[in-house]
């Protein structure tokens, strides 16, 4: 090993160039220069060639000169384009020469090349800087891989792994807490760093890539134009040739991880790193400044200071107090995400469980947050009155402001938005300890704001990591750290800040919570930290982290790194991504759009309409971010953009969608599984693209069959948009707009068991209302005509959801073909399972009718529709003219309906409707015990209604009542409607996955909504 007490070698100039001279026969001027254990001179050829030529030390071993040398001679073998010194070899063709010191000591003498530019010390380290010198040194070890020499396995002080060793010198560091400061890294490094050195890459490397070693080009002072200096070369581990640069690169920087991070990114690209490499780098860098500045004391105990060894001796000792400051968690994330790396080890594992799980999360909050009407919390504005109070620390006023902010628009649920940059962050703990002058201010956690006292849950099982109380103004409060490791995810960690300190009382670290658990309750400012009362809640992904390390506030040059470390947990806390951002027009704006170019004719639901951006399962999200249940839109058969026909239909899309003329397979498979579902006989099928056309088709068939236009319908009856259903339609001719009865058009009698005569008795309602329709086919006759078509939907839904009454259609059917019509079911709305008992609602009746008509659920949304007749009628509408339908029945089409059927039968879903049907109707009933206004609740599968009345003897309809309490269920965000000739009847219609808790949410939203309308009086 060189004994760097030994004297540098005592060679005069002229000895200098004479030993240039004869050696290597180069003459010229000489200059000395600085070295710190050889001797060194400039050597200016005649040719005006510039070299430099080592004298080097006496107590050098010759084999580690012998390395140097091979080691350059490799580098000019294998990667001439290298930056590097090249070797001038001898007169005798050596790459070593030999001279004798005036003492008789041997020196080995070398010439190199001499590399031009300046010194990284006297250069601007910008960051462009930084990552060329990282990928210079890349390079330049890439190049090395592989390079072996028995001199590079060399031990001295400067070999980072014997970085230990500066303890033994730390007597030399007079002061107590600077001793202290390089214990503690002294501490980490042995307990942590050493153990899993022998486990890296090691090779040779230059190792003292320091600001002197370094050459930038001046023309071009971004670039790095050369590496000097071979003289601590030595087999090491591979990082610590970025560690040794970073050391001397980023003293003094403005923001030092942030440079080395730049300087490991440099040399990543060139010669990848690994992440084991990068989790030490942070320590490998304090542990270089920790040999530095214990060696420079231990000199200059011994020689009484010189001057080049303690160069950079105050730099260092402020980067280690910089770096001492720094949590090497984050450190170290930052450098990983500079290299590509996961700011933490399964960070994206997390989040991507997160999101894939997040339907199966247990819900936060006693309603789940996405059901609530959100605004943001104006944080982000530093002029609010609620930042200005709440910076200031006056809860009280910033709590007030948003309440009446809420009362006054309606919201239930404030939010603070992870990254937000905010200035309520006022106290001196926010200062950045990465970044010089800068400061923390871009929340990392999630807030959600509302009344203290509100109970907070875990979304997912969980262990107590802690419990504590921080009592710091502005600080958490009582904050509660859960570890969760769900199967299949790596362990994350949550922190509830601002908690009401009873969370404190009862929980305690290594408890166990189950999913849905309660966790604590929000603070008030008292026990909060000071705060309006909000939870602030928070993903880490790194577990090592203990709550109160875990960074709340971050710096926003650092965003990327927070959001893999401490992820957004909106998600996790069920909080949809339309809360933060909205897109395309507002509500307004669409309104007023619509206006300007739609017809006016087209309805919005509700007085003040909702924009919906995204449906899921029972849930429609509107632009705002709130969920609200769907209890209605029956077109969302199997709920909302299901997967499996989202599929199915972007499967068939990307392949072909053509007409009929053509042969495929889907069209036949679509009809013979379609008709299996149907009684025997009903076995043709034929497919249109809306409820309107397959009735229009239906009435055709009719009409050729029968030879008749004439038909009967129901009152206040809805069979489709066209002039001649229309006129078929009750509902529509009778009302505004509509043009009255037309002559071929005959009604029957709603057959309302609700509203039947008093004196009827039950049992004969089906009869009794069946008259009705003798009453039709006798007036007829009296005009000398028949029916040729009856025409009813299984369960008159526009006429309120009007259960037949048992026997109803056998009595009808029976009279209708008996005078020569047929009998059609309009099974637009209930058909495909949702009376859930049968396919189709008519079965229920036990008829068979001759033509059935399918539509809105067809699809689950793919507009599509369909008829199946018998093979009876559909020959005799066989008369010569074609029927053909562009778009009906093509095979993007019959893959929708394909996939509809397969889950439904799959998934159990009639089965499903039937028993959550039969629960929704036990809670429907128990809330018509307790409101008088429920005149009757009916229902069958998923299929529903309640008909409000003002008083249950008279049954004076409830109109107004209905209408409220519809508003004040979406108010409460759930869809339903109102119907009937009265429109006071509740319509629902949920989708076939309608779950328990789903019908617990309605008839609970119900339940308020009509005790908050009765309250309010009329
Ligand atoms: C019972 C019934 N039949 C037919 C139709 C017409 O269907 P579409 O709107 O698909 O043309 C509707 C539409 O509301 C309907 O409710």
Redesign the pocket.
Known sequence: MTNVSHPAPQVSQNEAVDIAARHFGISGSIAPLDSERDRNFKLTASDHSLWILKIVNASEPLVESEFQTALLDHLERNSPYLAVPRIKKTLQGASLAHAKGPGGEDHAVRLVSWRPGRPLAESQATPALLESLGGALGRLDHALQGFIHPGALRSFDWDIRRAGAARQRLHHIDDNQDRALLERFLDHFDAEVAPNLPALRAQVIHNDANDWNVLVDPERPELVAGLIDFGDALHSVLIAEVAVACAYAILDAEDPIGAAARLAAGFHAEYPLREEELDLLFDLIAMRLVTSVTLSAARRDRTGGNPYLSISEAPAWRLLHRLDRMNRHFATAILRKACGFEAAAGARAVTGWITANRARLAPILDRHPATLAKALVPYGDPQNPMTVTSAAQQPDKATAWWNAYCAEHGVALGIGPWGEARTVYTSDIFQSRFVEGARRANHLGLDLFMAAGTRLYTPLAAIVRSVEVEEDPLGYGCLVALEHTPPGCPSFVTLWGHMAHEAGRRLKAGDRLEAGALVGEMGTPTENGGWAPHLHFQISTDTSLAASDILGVGEERYLDVWKELFPDAAELAGIPPETFRQSGRSRPQIVAARKASLLPNLSISYSEPIKFVRGEGAWLIDDRGRAYLDCFNNVCHLGHAHPDVVEAIARQAAKLNTNTRYLHDAIVTYAERLTATLPAGLSVASFA???????SLMLRMARTHTGRGEAIVLDW??????QE?IELSPYKYKRKGGKGRPAHVFEATIPDSYRAPAEWPVDEHAKRFAESVAEQIADMARQGRAPGLFLA?SI???AGQVFLPDGYLGEVYAMVRAAGGICAA?????GFGRVGSHWWAFETQGVTPDIV?M??PIGNGH?M?ALVTTSEIAASFDNGMEYFNTFGGNPVSCAAGLAVLDVIERDGLRRNALEIGDYLMARFKALQDRYDIIGDVRGQGLFLGIELVEDRKSKAPATRLARRVNDGVRARGVLIGTEGPYDNVLKMRPPMIFSRANADHLAGVLDEAMAAVLAEGA
């Open positions: 693209c809306s409820g309107s056309e397959a009735n009856a809805y069979h489709g948009t066209t259903l939907e008159p839904s526009v309009d099974e637009v709305q209930v008509t539509g809105k507009p529709a």
